[in-house]
């Protein structure tokens, strides 16, 4: 059973990998992205900002295994294009949050806009239900990882 496992698992980060390209060549939307010039890792930290707000950097760093500091280098960057803004905490002023600002509300609306266009040009003929699976599992997967790292 374990080969088989494998074998999927070769061909998920395959068929992961090829969905990825896929949108950034094929999503003229998400090609606009490149105009930022952000690494990755601040890319990242931008989404994750969007379904987190009100966090700090110390918890941003817990979420993504990484030192304070180079939080706060990615964090640094990021507040000095306008991307995000720190925000005392009112219970702690001690503690900031962050927030998104501007330009990553910005950059958050034009995804949003790619997603939707991307979404209705190539999703529209899946079955639902086949769709539903896929998140399904993907959750199981992801709550896996979690529950292992902790």
Known sequence: ???????????LTVAFSEYYL?????NKNAQKFNAYNLTAQQDTILFFLKDNPHITANEIAKKFMISKSA??????????????????????????????AEEGVTYQTLSEEADEEF?????????????????????????SISSSNK
């Not at 059973?1 to 061909?11: A, D, G, P, S, W």
């Not at 896929?22 to 094929?26: A, P, T």
């Not at 640094?76 to 962050?98: A, C, D, V, Y």
């Not at 040009?121 to 896929?134: G, T």
């Open 22 to 26: 896929n949108y950034l060549l094929y």
């Open 71 to 100: 939080v706060s280098q990615v964090l640094s960057k990021l507040e000095t294009l306008n991307f995000i803004k720190r925000e005392p905490n009112p219970n702690n002023h001690r503690e900031l949050f962050i927030e998104l």
């Open 1 to 11: 059973m374990r080969l088989n496992h494998q074998e999927i698992f070769k061909e």
């Open 119 to 143: 979404m209705t040009k190539h999703f529209a003929d899946i079955d639902l239900e086949q769709l539903r699976n896929v998140l399904q599992t993907m959750k199981k997967v992801n709550a």
